[in-house]
């Protein structure tokens, strides 16, 4: 393990430890200083993600595109101090930390058998959902890149993976997920991140062409699992509800044109989602790369 990554980890084991001590408050104002200093430093993502608002929202004024990439960078802040204090709380702790909206919609889907697909992006709280979602439901896998780090990317696994669920690496990817399916369990897929493959689908997001995976459309047409949006949104004082979103009809065929529709209709939900709460999203990401 070369130096920097060592102290990396170290820093990371020393924050879960200090994040477990902190009532939810402190920690919640921790991650808010931190995502602060980092909108303050980090110039080169503040410039991208002002230029996606102002595209995403050309109506609002320039003080609410800094309010909303402000928001952002605070909330991802929060973020991490949030996965840092779950991942040392018992299951029943976190179980009373959340609550659950539409989970019935999950067991349903679960009843055909199939698996479930579960469809979500980098918004609100996502890597608490997918760690508290087996405490309630079958178990999922998480479709992930490694980091580079991997001591800390063996860390990430064990919170992933504590409470029931899976992660799945690039690497044999599409055997592992068929499998899981197979196993009636479910399969979490983000679709807010640009892709570079050649089958990449191009769909409309906040009115601008954006390239996406066509992995859910494909596993849907080929397994027939439902395909489930999925959501975890701050309530305050610690506390967070996991929204599970009516399932997405499958597409109609093979055919290119059903597949953009399918994809275009799941990243309508998603969008949906961070036109209510856009502080909540990852708009330091390059989505759009016309």
Excluded at 15 to 38: E, N, Q, R, Y
Excluded at 75 to 88: D, E, P, Q, T
Aim: hydrophobic residues 45%.
């Amino acid at each position: 393990m070369s130096v920097r990554h060592r102290v990396e980890y170290l820093a990371v084991r020393g924050a879960i430890a200090l994040a477990a001590l902190m009532p939810w408050g402190l920690a919640d104002a921790c991650g808010s200083a931190v995502g602060t200093l980092f909108y303050l430093l980090d110039r080169r993502h503040r410039r991208v993600a002002l230029a996606n608002v102002a595209a995403a929202f050309p109506a609002r004024t320039e003080a609410e595109h800094h309010a909303i990439v402000r928001g952002a960078f605070r909330h991802f802040g929060r973020l991490l101090f949030a996965v840092l204090k779950f991942s040392s709380l018992s299951n029943e702790q976190m179980l009373t930390a959340v609550e659950f909206e539409g989970e019935e919609r999950v067991r349903l889907a679960h009843a055909q058998n199939k698996g479930v697909l579960f469809v979500t992006g980098h918004f609100g709280f996502w890597e608490l959902q997918a760690l508290v979602h087996a405490l309630r439901l079958p178990p999922m896998a998480v479709l992930a890149r490694a980091l580079d780090n991997r001591a800390l990317n063996d860390l990430l696994e064990r919170i992933r993976t504590r409470t029931g669920n899976s992660v799945i690496y690039r690497q044999g990817t599409m055997r592992k997920v068929m499998r899981t399916l197979q196993a009636n369990h479910g399969v979490g897929v983000l679709i807010d991140q640009y892709t570079l493959s050649r089958d990449a689908v191009m769909v409309d997001f906040f009115g601008r062409p954006a390239a996406t995976t066509p992995v859910v459309a494909a596993l849907a047409l080929r397994t027939g699992a439902p395909v489930v949006p999925l959501f975890a949104i701050p309530l305050g004082g610690g506390r967070y509800r996991m929204i599970y979103e009516h399932p997405v009809a499958p597409p109609a065929s093979d055919d290119p044109d059903a597949i953009r529709e399918f994809t275009q209709r799941c990243t309508d939900v998603l969008e949906m989602y961070v036109r209510k709460r856009p502080e909540l999203w990852l708009w330091m990401h390059r989505r759009w790369r016309e």
